[in-house]
């Protein structure tokens, strides 16, 4: 899964939007938000915004590989255990209600593909996410998916989240602001509730804390910054 084996494939067309050697430095990222808003702002090093994976607090990549993709800097773009997960659940539920996918593939759909969902979207998808791949480094696809991902309304990039959410540059975000801020990523514009609370509800610090909680089991953590991290109530 990890590796497909494209039999009698053949590419007839690739369209001027898969510029892969463009994405290795600052290009425009233009896409069409959910609610029909048109959205074009430059994405790369320099570009207003952007935030290099120095200069951001390693807790985030540690959220992320806990919450959206444990075998990212593992898998070659998929992850079969994912996927096997998924077809599981919804089997089971009888209906769409878990993905399965990739850090590689939530950027491909992100800055290559339309929002649509569709068959042949999915196979492009898969495609282009095996491209990426071989073309870019893992380290260069978790600073792009960082920079491009939705965290709220309107607000793209984690340099951006973490000025509106806590008033920070993102290398000072605290293991409890960054898996504040990584949970939303599953529907940012729901969740965003959490943030006009003035307070997140009981609930979600009970999220909070199973999250740091899986941190620590997997040695993301120490002991010390679980610690920390109590009462999981993140000051907006």
Known sequence: VSDPALT????????????????????????????????????????????????????VVKAITTTEDGSFFRHKGFSSFAIRSSILTNLKRGGFYRGASTVSQQLVKNIFLSREKTISRKVQEMFITWQLE???????????????????????????????????????????????????IPSPKRYYRQFLRGEVTDGWRRHLKWIIGVMLHRGKISEAAHAAAAPYSPLF
């Open 134 to 184: 071989k073309t870019l480094t893992k380290r260069r696809i978790m600073e792009l998916y960082l920079n491009a991902i939705e965290l709220g309304p309107g607000i793209y990039g984690i340099r951006r989240a973490a000025r509106h959410y806590f008033g920070k540059r993102p290398s000072q975000l605290s293991l409890l602001e960054s898996v504040f801020i990584v949970s939303l």
């Open 8 to 59: 009698g494939f053949k590419v007839l067309n690739m369209s001027d939007r898969l510029d892969f050697e463009a994405v290795r430095g600052t290009f425009r990222y233009r896409f069409v938000d959910t609610d029909g808003t048109v959205r074009d702002f430059p994405l790369g090093p320099g570009a207003p915004g952007w935030a290099s994976l120095d200069a951001i607090s390693p807790y």
